[in-house]
């Protein structure tokens, strides 16, 4: 939202007038304000929306007890509406190459699988299809935590064992790939947590989250491999650590035998001891100035669908606001006039400064190359040398790889944006660029 008329006109909804349009939207979380609106907490005590809502119980999934996966395509007859729209999912096919898009991110993401081969997102249904397909190398099961229900059984029942067994082992046991249960369990409706490590990170802080934002939390949130265990892990305890700052903080204090920081990869010719950020919606969402504390990921991404007999159930098709019409009329544009210029115009902004920042970046790294092969710089220098380009690529990743590409929150896109240029210059003193 951009201009002063536009927050007016939401000011007005808020205090009543179109309550229960809003209302729809609105989800469960009564720990926080119904009101978006940072100035206007006058109007959030008086708007009944949030005290309305009745919150969704946080419920991790028992570990241990052998359960056998319900699939997706046996609630079909039960949940007809549910599974149609979870079926649509196959419809939204297209994706591209993010190398070919952007071509300087082969120089920063150099040594690893995503040099060789990097798609965009597409629907839920593709996932197993998409990480057997890509050219990245794959060696262990762990591979599978976001893809389908039968490894998340296997966590729940095997324990961190099942995150190191062969990857052509637990793909051969595949029958369910991104099933209900990610989200359901055995009981569609009731929602749980079968990724464990997710309510393992959020430790204390679990309860006080939401529910249905937790259910997506599950896969879109940045994580680690245990270099032991290989288990997948997210790289922080308590949500106030789950941050950009917070979570590179914990990786630099995660020290091998030999006292080096965790890296996801080393860069043979820099020597960096790189990071990969992914997908780090939770974290980005949830983060102080991300948009509307008061829905969920649920709301503006599933929402509510009528049947044609009439029958309202959650939309499980998976997908932009800007592609759900009915969504946008009966509630966003209510207040927002036109979503997608605003959305459209936060992303080009991003999107442009983000590749300007990637690129002198990836310049960057390629002098630090010939730096190290020209052994021109003393051991100090290089070791900070270094630790810069880790730093600079840290930030920068964590808007690249945000899907939402600003959206999801301005200021924290802004802020790291400012740290990876102001890293950035650093290492370029250093480098005399
Ligand atoms: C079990 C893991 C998992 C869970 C749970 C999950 N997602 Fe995803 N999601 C993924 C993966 C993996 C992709 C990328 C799919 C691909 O490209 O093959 C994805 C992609 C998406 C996309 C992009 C689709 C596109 O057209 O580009 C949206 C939107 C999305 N998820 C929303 C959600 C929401 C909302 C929730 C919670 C209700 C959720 N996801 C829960 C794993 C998950
Ligand atoms: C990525 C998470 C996710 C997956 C996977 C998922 N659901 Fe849901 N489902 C939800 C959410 C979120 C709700 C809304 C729950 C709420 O607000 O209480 C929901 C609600 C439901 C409900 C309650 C009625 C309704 O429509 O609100 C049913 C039944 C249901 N889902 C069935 C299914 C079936 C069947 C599948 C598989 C074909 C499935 N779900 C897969 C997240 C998921
Ligand atoms: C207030 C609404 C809102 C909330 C809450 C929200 N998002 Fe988004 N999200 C958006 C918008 C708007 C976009 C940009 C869509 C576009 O580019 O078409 C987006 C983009 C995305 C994308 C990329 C989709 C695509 O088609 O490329 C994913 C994935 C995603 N969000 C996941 C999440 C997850 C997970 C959460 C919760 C942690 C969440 N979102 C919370 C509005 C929201
Ligand atoms: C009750 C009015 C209201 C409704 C309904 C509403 N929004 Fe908003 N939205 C706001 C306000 C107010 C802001 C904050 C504007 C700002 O910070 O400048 C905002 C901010 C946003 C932003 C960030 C835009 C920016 O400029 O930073 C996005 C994206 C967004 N909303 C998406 C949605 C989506 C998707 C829906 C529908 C599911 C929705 N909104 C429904 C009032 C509303």
Redesign the pocket.
């Known amino acids: 939202m951009t201009n002063k008329n536009e927050v007016k006109l939401f000011l007005c909804l808020a205090a009543g007038a179109l309550v229960t349009a809003v209302g729809a939207v609105m989800n469960n979380n009564a720990g926080r304000a119904a009101n978006p609106q940072p100035t206007a907490s006058a109007t959030a005590e008086t708007a009944p929306v949030a005290a309305a809502a009745e919150a969704i119980p946080v419920l991790v999934a028992e570990q241990g007890t052998g359960i056998v996966v319900t699939k997706a395509s046996d609630w079909a007859e039960q949940y007809p509406n549910e599974f149609n729209s979870y079926a649509k999912n196959d419809e ?1 096919s ?2 591209h190459s993010y190398i070919e898009q952007h071509p300087y991110i082969s120089t920063l993401y150099s040594g690893y699988g995503f040099a060789i081969q990097y ?6 249904t ?2 197993v ?3 057997t397909s890509t050219g990245r190398p794959h060696k262990l099961a762990n591979c599978f ?3 389908t229900s039968d490894f ?1 059984a296997k966590a729940l029942n095997d324990g961190v064992s099942a995150y190191s067994m062969a990857f052509e082992d637990m793909e051969a046991q595949i029958t369910d790939p ?1 099933g209900c249960f ?2 359901h369990q055995n009981e569609p409706g009731k929602l749980y947590i079968t ?1 464990t490590y997710l309510a393992n990170a959020l430790a204390d802080d679990l309860d006080s989250q939401n529910m ?2 937790l ?2 939390a ?3 949130s940045e994580y680690y491999f245990d270099p032991e265990t290989k288990a997948t892990t997210l790289g922080y305890v308590g949500h106030a650590n789950a941050t950009p700052d917070g979570i590179l903080n914990y990786y630099n204090n995660l020290l091998d035998a030999d006292g080096n920081a965790f890296a996801d990869w080393v860069d043979e010719t820099t020597g960096v001891r790189k990071l990969k950020v992914q ?1 780090p ?1 939770f974290e980005t969402v949830s983060a102080a100035g991300g948009i509307h504390p008061d829905m969920s ?2 709301t ?3 929402g509510t669908a009528t049947a044609e007999d009439g029958t309202t159930f959650t939309n499980h098709y ?3 606001p800007l592609d759900n019409p009915d969504l946008l009329e009966s509630s966003c544009n209510v207040c927002h006039g036109d979503l997608t210029t605003t959305v459209e115009a936060i992303q080009k902004e991003t999107v442009a400064r983000t590749d300007s920042i990637g690129e002198a970046l990836a310049k960057a790294n390629e002098d630090l190359a010939k730096a190290v092969a020209d052994n021109s710089l003393s051991e100090d220098d290089l070791a900070k040398a270094r630790d810069l380009a880790r730093s600079a690529q840290w930030y920068w990743d964590f808007v690249f790889v945000e ?1 939402s590409n600003g959206v999801h929150n301005k200021t924290l896109t802004k802020d790291c944006l400012d740290k990876a240029e102001a890293y950035l210059g650093e290492l370029n003193n250093l480098l005399g660029a």
């Open positions: 939204n297209e994706h798609e965009s997102a597409r629907g839920h593709f996932v299809e998409d990480v935590t976001c893809k998340t991104f990610h989200c990724h249905q934002t259910s997506c599950q896969c879109h997908h919606e990921c649920v503006c991404h599933m998976w997908s932009s899907n």
